[in-house]
């Protein structure tokens, strides 16, 4: 008999999903993927922060430096960007391509542990979270027992691993997802919700644990339980973030004897912010912190991030973060190798995955005689392993078994022959600080002209013309008594609005006093201009991550101001850079105006006049003011052409935007994100060196580039060009002008040896 076409092919289909298909368990020694013990290194990266024809080239360094898995969030405002309308594109080019991306990390032979949340954190703007949720739904409370919210996340875990089941990229249609992650560090912050906290905890984890794909993969919760927040349900995975994760592996045994131990965030750099000099983290101790958390245990690893790459456009959190995302990691934001970072720790991988088969028998057996001394030691019939560890800061050596003698604050791994539990014939495979002198010479980004592409004079293409208190209202104005917040006019489409308004003042006056309440979960951004003339900017950063007692979570903002007798157009512009990422109650993000205005303590109650965005924002830079400078250089959009080189397929870009002050880039339409001439302070830097460092790590130490520019080169991605010999188009919108001469510069960006 002849089976039908459609028939055979369904057959075919399934034979081939059974005979691709495979499980995923784990003990609390090891996993085991397709029938094969292994521990788990994986390294983060999110796919939008690079373009897609990048992603098999970092994938594939990400191999080469030993890893086995990768870890990457699923951001919900890239995927419902508007509510009910789900945004998953088959798009080769687009870098919300998520299936595409999890092709590609299994083309690599990576697995992929798949963080839906869908909070992140991952200092993206709102923490992931749609600006929808917010401003279309005020009475809603993230991240607690809300009935609409825990729908609304429901919703799109179900969306999400729709689009991944169809595509096959689960573990049990032989794809690379071996993991999933529900909620992002909520014990962190839970506090903030007293019972409706824990309530909310069971709940997500009750519908993670009974969704589908449960049945297929683990469900993982991060700095969930063990004193940090509600202990989740047994059948779900808690894990440990920070940048040492060792010592929490006893609690973790304690109330989960059978589950692994997983370090979901090891942090081997940190992110910067405008203002600030550039965080390092040094290898050595990046290297101790995994070495101490196989020696104890674990059985999971992950760095966040191993690539970090660029916040491209206006995604980037904080708020004041800057563009580049590098976090100081083996795989810097151009796909370099950073080293020593990258081969010290490609070294330390092969050496775990070389006495994994040891360490999986039994849990380690340590010794320490009182001392910073400690021996993690490993047993079969006849193999030993060792991690000798010296966990002093104080400079002094320890010696083991009168032979290896390990610097302060690192860990020397040790083979040998194994007879009743006995070490013999031991030899050092790795050393945390002594392998340093086998890892590659230390390199750093270096940035030089590409004279092969001549970049033309800037020319005015528009100026932003102020607004006015007696423009009428239309798509982009609206008029009211008072200030309304920010988001609630723009839904976040845009950096910025204008609230203008008309003061009649009783006398001229050099000194008079604005005032005003200023929401900063955008930072603090504001220019006023009086009759259409730039008086005063005012910014700042606000580090605070709690809104609790503040609804508005807003700053009192007094400036002093000149006026004429008679009428005034007073004008305040608020720009927002990056909403809040962390924290409790992040629906309560506010920016901009949250109060009456005050002149000289009057409040001006004539009617608000607020202008949404930038003239030109929408259009290309076409202002309704064409090629004119505004005598202050501000709110001005400037343009370059340039043609692109014979081999741009080949090479690294970046621009050079160090002389032109604050605003926003452009290439070829595609933006490239905001730029800021923000100095460090000069104070405060202190480079550490590899084989002294001691003692543990916080981002304020090991700081670089104090008095210097925060970033000065933005990347731009190749494929962004036109092809080879067209003509391509630098756009720049320049809020506020920086000191001397408008001036841009396309660069190659290297590495050269430190």
């Known amino acids: 008999m002849t089976l039908p076409l459609c028939l055979s092919v369904l057959i075919f289909v399934l034979l081939q999903l059974l005979t691709n298909a495979y499980d995923v368990s784990f003990d609390n020694r090891r996993w085991v993927i397709d029938g094969q013990e292994t521990f788990l290194i994986g390294g983060s990266f999110h796919y ?239 290297a101790f912190s995994v070495a101490r958390w196989f020696a104890k245990g674990g059985s999971f690893m992950n760095y966040y991030m191993t690539f970090g790459g660029t916040s491209f456009g ?21 796909g370099y190798r950073a080293e020593p970072k990258f081969s010290l720790l490609t070294m330390l991988h092969e050496a775990i995955y070389s006495v994994q088969d040891v360490m999986f028998a039994m849990e380690p057996v340590s010794t320490n005689n009182g001392t910073n001394c400690e021996i993690q030691s490993y047993y079969t019939e006849d193999k030993c392993v060792q991690f000798l560890s010296n966990i002093g800061s104080d400079g002094n050596e320890c010696e083991f078994h009168g032979e290896f003698k390990v610097p302060s604050w690192s860990t020397s ?23 340093l002198g086998e890892a590659e010479v230390p390199n750093k980004v270096a940035y030089s002209n590409a004279e092969d592409i001549k970049v033309g004079e800037l020319a005015v293409k528009s100026t932003v013309t102020v607004p006015t208190s007696k423009d009428g209202p239309s798509d982009t104005v609206f008029l009211s008594d008072s200030p309304i917040e920010q988001l609630a006019l723009t839904d976040d489409k845009t950096d910025y609005l204008w609230y203008t308004f008309s003061y009649n003042s009783p006398a001229d006056s050099q000194n008079s006093v604005l005032e005003f309440e200023f929401a900063t979960a955008g930072g603090v951004g504001i220019m006023v201009f009086v009759d259409g003339e730039l008086k005063k900017t005012e910014r700042a950063v606000s580090d605070s991550t709690s809104q609790l007692e503040d609804a508005n979570y807003a700053a009192h903002v007094s400036i002093e101001i000149p006026l004429k007798e008679g009428a005034n157009d007073i004008s305040v512009l608020s720009s927002s850079m990056g909403l809040k990422n962390y924290g409790p109650y992040l629906e309560r993000n506010r920016v901009g105006i949250v109060s009456d205005i005050l002149v000289d303590g009057k409040v001006c109650d004539g009617g608000i006049v607020h202008t949404l965005g930038m003239d030109g924002e929408f259009n290309a830079g076409v202002a309704k003011k064409e090629g004119e400078a505004r005598s202050d250089n501000s709110l001005t959009w400037y343009t370059t052409k340039f043609s692109s080189p014979n081999d741009v397929a080949e090479r690294v870009f970046g621009v050079d935007l160090s002389a032109m002050g604050k605003g926003a880039a452009y290439l070829n339409g595609y933006h490239i994100g905001r730029f800021w001439n923000a100095k460090a302070k000069d104070e405060g830097c202190n480079a550490c060196d590899e084989t002294e460092y001691s003692g543990g790590y916080a981002a304020s130490r090991c700081r670089t580039g104090c008095g210097e520019l925060s970033q000065t080169v933005y990347k731009l991605p190749s494929i962004w060009f036109k092809a080879a010999g067209e003509e391509n188009e630098l756009l720049l919108f320049v809020e506020e002008a920086g000191e001397g001469d408008v001036d841009v510069k396309v660069v190659d960006v290297g590495m050269e040896d430190v």
């Open 413 to 435: 791994i040790v083979v040998g022959k194994a007879n009743n539990g006995q070490c013999s014939g031991l030899e050092e495979i790795y050393g945390t600080k002594t392998s």
């Open 314 to 334: 206006r995604k980037v959190g904080g708020p004041n973060i800057i563009t580049s995302y590098d976090y100081d990691v083996a795989i810097n934001e151009y």
């Open 48 to 286: 939008p922060r690079a373009t897609p024809d990048e992603w098999p080239d970092i994938f594939s360094e990400m191999k080469a430096n030993g890893l086995n898995l990768i870890q990457t969030y699923v951001f919900w405002d890239l995927h419902e960007p508007t509510e009910g309308e789900y945004n998953f594109p088959d798009d080769p080019k687009d870098p919300a391509n998520l299936v595409l991306f999890l092709q590609e990390a299994q083309k690599a032979g990576l697995y992929v542990h798949l963080r839906v949340g869908p909070y992140a954190c991952a200092e993206w703007s709102n923490g992931g979270i749609p600006i929808w949720m917010e401003t279309h739904h005020r009475d809603t409370i993230f991240r607690t027992d809300d009935d609409f919210w825990i729908q609304k996340i429901k919703d799109f875990w179900d969306k999400t691993f729709e689009v991944v089941s169809d595509a096959g990229l689960m573990a049990s249609a032989g794809g690379p997802i071996v993991m999933a992650q529900i909620e992002n560090e909520y014990g962190n912050i839970e506090y903030g919700y007293g019972s409706g906290g824990a309530a909310y905890v069971k709940k997500v984890a009750d519908y993670a644990t009974s969704h589908p794909i449960s049945k297929e993969v683990p469900i993982v919760m991060c700095q969930q339980g063990e004193g940090t927040g509600t202990t989740p349900p047994e059948n779900v995975i808690n894990a440990c973030n920070g940048y040492y994760c060792d010592n929490w592996i006893e609690k973790h045994s304690a109330a989960n004897p059978d589950h692994p131990h997983m370090f979901t965030e090891n942090w081997p750099g940190w992110f910067q912010k405008w203002g600030e000099a550039v965080p390092h983290r040094p290898a050595s101790d990046v």
